[in-house]
């Protein structure tokens, strides 16, 4: 069998639960749902990713012709992912000594990140094949969000390099491909804007009730969510800090993180002690995928208050749920939140989000004609629409596109 496309992700798994490690969050989400949706459209998917658990088995089955694999690289452990740079040349020769043992061939490279945009330049060039690469975040980006944010100068130097070097870059969003052309001189036909996706089958309203229960939350309280990776860069401090700022009556619901041994969470438990508000915050830990439609349904509003966010995968899926989002103005959030009327973005500041988390709990008009309006914004998000984008740009640097269909 003919496998077309080598996916590569080095320093996280597509089967890793968003919010459960520090590196699973949306790209995880992203890469398995392309994938999938390839395999849909009868186009064979390897994702390499590194082996952190020495039980986890060599191939892991996706779905319809497409595949997890894991490769050793380094010690089989989690490692964070700024001291995986040495192991890249392993990483490499492993993907490579699994081509060869399974007879396979490539027909292109498309990298995640830019550890695994390093991994694919060599193998690219092994192959000679085409490089499709995505960021999902840029080191200049995140030091003019935060510039205090630890970012290896390795890595903004490797980006250049990589920047210049594939064949397409995959950007979410305008605004990327902005930051592209401009902290990073990229070519701009080397650059296709296609945003990320949401499942629209699975991501549908749920009755509020029945998911306030399913959850033991409370009936009678309004509730704001927040999902996703526990990093200070995403923001679950400041959602803790505009609840200090609010009504009593209001409560909030973080999912990510493990509750036990997180010290990322019991930093965060710290906090709303010390706000005095540990009565009102609910700690639920990473919920697996298919938990994450009832907790959408189950909360008024999401906040999304992170530095920067090339996408922002959580407020397409609460959209989708029916619920809408008050963001930080950054990055894809702008073009996901439709500014008073699927919700608000707002400056990155507590009392900012305070205000308007309280005007849209104190308006139910406001709040019911927002839900409704939610799930139609982001239809354009669906899977297949943006996997057919992404087989464009295959096609395009392919010279005989008949080989992604070759089984």
């Known amino acids: 069998m003919r496998h077309a496309i080598a996916m590569l992700c080095v320093h996280t798994s597509p089967l890793d639960m968003p919010g459960q490690t520090p590196d699973a969050g949306g790209m995880n989400v992203y890469i398995r749902s ?20 020495e039980h986890l088995p060599p191939i892991v089955p996706l779905g319809a012709r497409t595949r997890v694999i894991h490769v050793e690289a380094g010690p089989v452990a989690r490692l964070p992912k700024q001291d995986l740079y040495p192991y890249l040349p392993q990483f490499c020769a492993a993907v490579e000594a699994f081509r060869l043992g ?8 498309h990298s995640h ?24 975040t840029l080191a200049r980006v995140k030091l003019l969000s935060d510039p205090c944010s630890q970012e290896p100068p390795l890595r903004a130097q490797m980006e250049t390099r990589i920047v210049s070097a594939v ?24 650059i296709s804007v296609i945003p990320c996706g949401v499942d ?5 309203p749920q009755d509020r009730f ?51 041994g997180d010290r990322e969470l019991q930093r965060l438990r710290r906090l709303a002690a010390s706000l005095g508000l540990t009565s009102r915050v609910h700690f639920l830990g990473a919920l697996p995928p298919c938990e994450m439609p009832f907790i959408y349904s189950a909360v008024d509003v999401t906040v999304v208050p992170s530095c920067n966010e090339s996408f922002g995968l959580a407020a ?16 894809g959030l702008a073009a996901i939140v439709r500014h008073g009327e699927t919700g608000y973005l707002v400056p990155r500041c507590p009392s ?47 010279s005989d596109t008949r080989c992604l269909l070759a089984q």
């Open 352 to 398: 900012f989000f305070a205000e308007r988390l309280d005007f849209m709990l104190h308006h139910p008009l406001l709040l019911a004609q927002m839900r409704r309006a939610a799930r139609p914004s982001v239809m354009r998000f669906n899977w297949q629409q943006i996997a057919t984008q992404v087989m464009t740009v295959y096609a395009e640097l392919l």
């Open 102 to 109: 399974e007879g396979l061939t490539y027909d292109l490279v």
């Open 167 to 190: 064949d397409r870059i995959v950007a979410a969003t305008a605004e990327e491909r902005w930051h592209l052309l401009n902290l990073y001189a990229a070519s701009p036909r080397r």
């Open 200 to 204: 629209l089958r699975h991501f549908v």
């Open 113 to 136: 990140y830019w550890l695994s945009a390093c991994a694919g330049l060599e193998l690219a060039r092994r192959w000679s094949v085409p490089h499709v690469t995505m960021f999902h």
């Open 316 to 331: 397409v899926e609460s959209l989708a749920c029916g619920t809408p989002v008050v963001a930080t103005r950054v990055g």
């Open 210 to 260: 029945q998911a306030r229960q399913r959850y033991h939350l409370p009936l009678d309280r309004p509730l704001i969510l927040f999902a996703g990776r526990l990093d200070p860069f995403k923001g679950p401090d400041l959602l803790l800090q505009a609840l200090a700022l609010m009504e009593e009556k209001v409560e909030a619901v973080i999912v990510g993180g493990k509750l036990r």
């Open 34 to 53: 392309l994938a999938r949706e390839l395999g849909q459209r009868q186009i064979a998917v390897d994702i390499f990713t590194r082996r952190t658990d």
